[in-house]
């Protein structure tokens, strides 16, 4: 055997190393996975990304280290700055001039869930700077796992509209607070401006950021066609400088991009779509995004205590949720029926949260560990969970443009037609 192995290593060259290929095994075997979730089961193939990242997780791998860092951290901040990106294209401004209670909803519902959390953390007695970071991290509505869901029913309609705009709202309601909280986890401020200079800090390195990358895009845009592949590689490279200059500043990059695609779409009069070259390397970054979040949350410890806190927490956030957009409802034009699905639609939870975790974990270990170990768990079951709801939602407020008639569940003579 010795002279096997001499024999062989005067042949091996060295390459990137065996993680690289378990990784690009594990993608693989995520895609076909969630390919096959959708096409027999009906559901959207983030459930299948995330149910291969939970059983690797499971099992011990170590191909993603909590609290994250480096490259792996990296890579969830760029893969979570694109889909924000794409989401600030999108987000319609001049709905808001027409139909502000939109706006009201989006703070009403975000109000009520950081306050109804909170208050039942605080009543099961967990400590209040603990409860503070888990009800910022509630607040959120994955914009990631709902975008897959939009395309994967190929949605349209009012409550896929209002949903995808109040999830990303609240999106940027979590970021400022939540990176600026991080900071003051081990400090009491005294006064009002100690409590708002880190969220003012966030907030100005992020616009500046996100202002100088719709800058770039737009002067790129001027000479370069929308539809070139040389301007997908532009536009995912300068997202990929722009998050890792505001991780570096002090800001946020997911942050940065969200607000460079609002600015983007303001500065740019022309109607732009996402190049549809950048569309297969986005959907791999947001697949890996969703194997690391469930590889990641799969490390969790569980314990009864825990799970009861994780299950009181995403009860009492799906009843707020439901209730803010409901009790902002009048007004917004939008049926009390469509208002309970967008309510609804706006359960997952994913890497957003994860991210603003990991930033909480950073400048606190001790009370970060308190933190992680019921923010983990609730984000590995809502991105699931958050997924399979948003769909139920979508297909029961008819804006499915596809039947809900998986493989698993149909007739012979359905498949044959």
Not at 125 to 149: E, K, Q
Not at 280 to 289: E, F, G, P, V
Request: contains cysteine.
């Amino acid at each position: 055997m010795n002279e096997l192995t001499g024999f062989w290593a005067e042949w091996v060259r060295p390459s990137a190393g065996l993680p690289i290929v378990l990784w690009s095994l594990l993608i693989a075997v995520a895609a076909a996975t969630g390919h096959l979730v959708q096409r027999y089961i009906g559901m959207p193939k983030v459930v299948g990304y995330s149910m291969v990242g939970t059983v690797v997780g499971l099992a011990g791998f170590e191909g993603a280290v909590w609290p994250l860092q480096g490259v792996s951290l990296f890579l969830l901040e760029l893969g979570v700055a694109i889909v924000l990106f794409e989401a600030g294209g999108r987000l319609p401004l001049r709905w808001f001039r027409h139909n502000p209670m939109v706006l009201v909803q989006s703070v009403v519902e975000s109000t009520l869930t950081y306050f109804g959390v909170f208050w039942m953390l605080h009543w099961l007695g967990v400590p209040d700077p603990v409860g503070n970071a888990l009800a910022l991290m509630t607040i959120v509505a994955s914009p990631a796992v709902l975008t897959r869901v939009v395309m994967d029913t190929r949605a349209s309609g009012p409550v896929t509209d209002r949903a995808l705009t109040l999830a990303t709202l609240n999106t940027f309601y979590a970021l400022a607070l939540g990176y600026a909280q991080a900071g003051l986890i081990e400090r009491a401020p005294t006064d009002v401006f100690q409590r708002l200079q880190p969220v003012l800090v966030v907030l100005g390195l992020s616009f500046v950021v996100g202002g100088a990358l719709a800058l770039a895009l737009r002067s790129a845009l001027r000479v370069m066609s929308p539809t070139s592949e040389n301007t997908s590689i532009l536009l995912l490279a300068l997202i990929a400088a722009g998050a890792a200059m505001a991780a570096h500043l002090g800001g946020s990059a997911p942050l940065a991009a969200l607000i460079g695609g609002i600015m983007l779409k303001q500065l740019n009069p022309r109607p732009w779509s996402w190049p549809r070259q950048l569309g297969t390397a986005a959907s791999l970054l947001t697949m890996l995004m969703f194997v690391l979040v469930s590889i990641v949350a799969a490390q969790a410890d569980w314990s009864l205590q825990i799970a009861t806190v994780v299950l009181a927490l995403i009860g009492v956030r799906f009843v707020a949720k439901i209730a803010g957009v409901a009790i902002a409802n009048p007004g917004s034009g939008a049926s009390w029926r469509q208002a309970f699905w967008v309510g609804c639609a706006m359960s997952p939870l994913s890497s957003i949260a994860l991210l603003i975790a990991s930033n909480f974990v950073t400048a606190s270990p001790l009370l970060g560990a308190m933190i992680t170990q019921t923010a983990l768990p609730a984000i590995l079951l809502m991105e699931v969970a958050g997924a399979v709801l948003a769909t139920i939602a979508i297909h029961a407020a008819g804006e499915s443009s596809i039947p809900w008639t998986p493989e698993a569940f149909s007739t012979t003579e359905d498949t044959q037609r």
